[in-house]
């Protein structure tokens, strides 16, 4: 057997087995040394392939594709420094929790550390950062050879895909020549299945002994809140509504925790905490006896805040499987469960009595929040109210990307409970702003509409992304917030205390004209400047295929002082509600 036929039906074999296991896509930026994944990839009819020549567009775009199926998708790159360039996305997996299988080509053994060209050292490139590394063993086509490479493929697959969810690294030394042979015949069989491996995932759950520990600590408690972080364990959140409402106890829901969204839950869900909590005399006066989170920390600073100042606040953190997120430094129980069966369980025990009243006082106090927030002043385009609106006019059964900085805080403010299914994403593991628009334009590979909502920084650093929209006809809205720089840093101390070289450090202006980027792509775009413009724009743009971008212009300092003028709003209308439950606790 030549080295051609040992390389096509090693190749093979492997692919084979991911496509066995679940693959459906994967994202390929071209190269040479990677030529027998990226031919076989493609040649494999069950395998979706998207070519993405910038390594660290194609990272993010496999990152967003991922979050949006909740499946492992894989990428392919070339030996050398192409494969550095995943390391931002590869950190942001990491931290978020999304499954990725990261192929990297490599030169043979013989060529490294010898001068040979585009050859650096891969071996576990990606550090802590990876669930799991091998190195692949050179092609080899006896049954033995095609076996283990088989075992390898399920194996990764069911690494990155198990509890939590997160990176694989596999790299593949290839020798020349590289183009592999599609014409030999039984290139795909699966005989070389002996020894193969089959994955089937548990839960963890707590023994009745330790429920019933839990059980007995709740049982002292009056006052609780459930929290929600973000969170992609759809399955579980009927179940924590269940328990909530059982409990009557409010739910503080992120954006990113989906809770905000859809039919269910919304007696008790609390979407203003954040605006609410933004007072510190109201952080000073309302404490509840314990909370009960799930997800990752909120994006709410505001509620960190809180949580800092009142360190008797019993914490219980609810964890799949493992990994602590715990940021205040006060202490916890962290509990190792399946979230749905934990709800379920507590609720086979009797029914825990929490008093009511504290349920009535936060409710009313987000009711009347949200009737603040949404009052509109003036016909001016607001950061904030862009989200109102947007809320208004995007489709049921889509999906909204959100960029970080002010972009995810707006959201977490300005949107409110809907009963319409709308997907949130966010890449909030490492919570940066680059590689927004490529992720965005992965998760628009489903069948679902995509809506990224973003700053002028952002869009920027990651504009090459666009390039997918072109070549995949991806269909995608982007509202586009420019206020000329780092809008979030108008809010921190350096800008308050007027420091010297703020615009050059931190403001970050960028004075250019973004509707050339778009231009470049061949995208639509538009500048609405008051609200009727704008509602038409978003209205457009959802019956438009493509790219759609439309670009608010807004000034950061007038941002900031809009904000604070809610907040201090908000602070004022609820501060005699405040005194009422003070009494009432008396």
């Known amino acids: 057997m030549n080295h051609t036929e040992q390389l096509s039906r090693y190749v093979a074999q492997f692919v084979d087995e ?22 076989t990839f493609a040649q494999h009819s069950t395998i979706e392939t998207w070519v993405n ?30 494969a550095a360039n995943y390391y931002p996305a590869i950190i942001e997996a990491y931290y978020s929790r999304v499954p990725l ?12 550390d010898v001068g040979a060209p585009q050859s650096i050292n891969q071996l576990r490139l990606f550090g802590e950062y990876v669930k799991w590394f091998q190195e692949i063993l050179l092609p080899d086509a006896t049954s ?68 019933q520990q839990l059980y007995n600590q709740l ?28 409990w009557q106890v409010p739910i503080f829901a992120d954006p990113l925790s989906q809770l905000r969204q859809g039919e269910e839950g919304k007696d008790i869900v609390i979407e203003s905490y954040d605006a609410i909590l933004k007072d510190s005399n109201i952080r000073k006066n309302i404490q509840p006896d314990f909370i009960i989170r799930f997800g990752a920390m909120p994006v709410s600073k505001s509620y960190m805040l809180w949580l800092k100042q009142h360190s008797e606040i019993a914490q219980y953190i609810v964890e799949e499987a493992e990994g602590v997120r715990e940021p205040v430094g006060h202490g916890a129980t962290v509990l190792y469960a399946d979230p749905g069966s934990l709800c379920t369980s507590l609720l086979d025990f009797s029914a825990l009595q929490f008093d009511k009243r504290w349920l009535a006082h936060w409710k009313q106090w987000n009711h009347h929040t949200i ?22 006019q995007i489709p049921n059964e889509s999906t909204l990307y959100i960029g ?33 628009v490529s992720s965005a334009l992965g998760a628009a590979t489903s069948s679902k509409r995509v809506t990224l909502f973003i700053g002028d920084l952002s869009f920027f650093h990651d504009q090459n992304g666009l390039l997918m929209t072109r070549h995949y006809q991806l269909d995608i809205t982007i509202v586009l917030i420019n206020n000329n720089g780092g809008g979030i840093f108008s809010f921190l101390p350096q800008a308050k205390q007027q420091a010297p070289h703020f615009e050059e450090l931190f403001g970050t202006p960028l004075d250019i004209d973004l509707a050339h980027t778009v231009q470049l792509y061949q995208g639509y775009y538009t500048n609405p400047i008051d609200w009727s413009q704008y509602r038409q724009a978003l209205e457009a743009s959802y019956q438009r295929p493509g790219l759609s971008v439309i670009e608010l212009k807004t000034m950061r300092e007038e941002n900031a002082a809009w904000h604070e003028n809610k907040w201090r709003e908000i602070a004022s209308l609820i501060e005699d509600e405040i005194n009422v439950y003070k009494n009432d606790q008396l």
Request: charged letters at 20%; one cysteine or more; a positive charge.
């Open 404 to 436: 970080n900085s002010m972009a995810i805080r707006d959201v977490d403010t300005f949107w409110f409970s809907t009963n319409k299914s709308i997907r949130m994403l966010c890449n909030r593991g490492a919570n940066g702003i680059d590689g927004v």
């Open 144 to 211: 033995l050879g095609l076996s283990y490479i088989r075992s390898i493929a399920a194996r990764a697959f069911h690494v990155a895909n198990a509890t939590n969810q997160g990176v694989v690294h596999l790299n593949f030394p290839f020798r020349e020549p590289l183009v592999p042979d599609f014409s030999l015949s039984g290139l795909w069989d699966k005989k070389n299945k002996i020894g193969q491996l089959t994955v089937e995932q548990g839960y963890k759950k707590l023994s009745v002994n330790q429920l």
């Open 219 to 246: 049982q002292q408690y009056k006052k609780g809140i459930i929290v929600c972080g973000p969170m992609e364990n759809q399955q579980a959140q009927a179940e924590i509504i269940a328990l909530a409402e059982t």
């Open 101 to 112: 299988l990261v192929l990297t080509a490599d030169r043979p053994h013989e060529l490294r």
């Open 18 to 39: 991911l496509a066995a296991n679940g693959l459906a896509h994967v994202i390929i930026s071209p190269g040479s040394r990677s030529t027998p994944l990226a031919m």
């Open 371 to 392: 009737e603040m927030l949404k009052k509109r002043k003036t016909q001016i385009l607001t950061e904030g109210h862009a989200v109102v609106e947007l809320a208004k």
């Open 53 to 82: 020549m910038d390594e660290r567009s194609a990272s993010f775009f496999a990152l967003g594709l991922a979050k949006q199926t909740n499946c492992p998708v894989a990428l392919v790159c070339t030996s050398g420094t192409a």
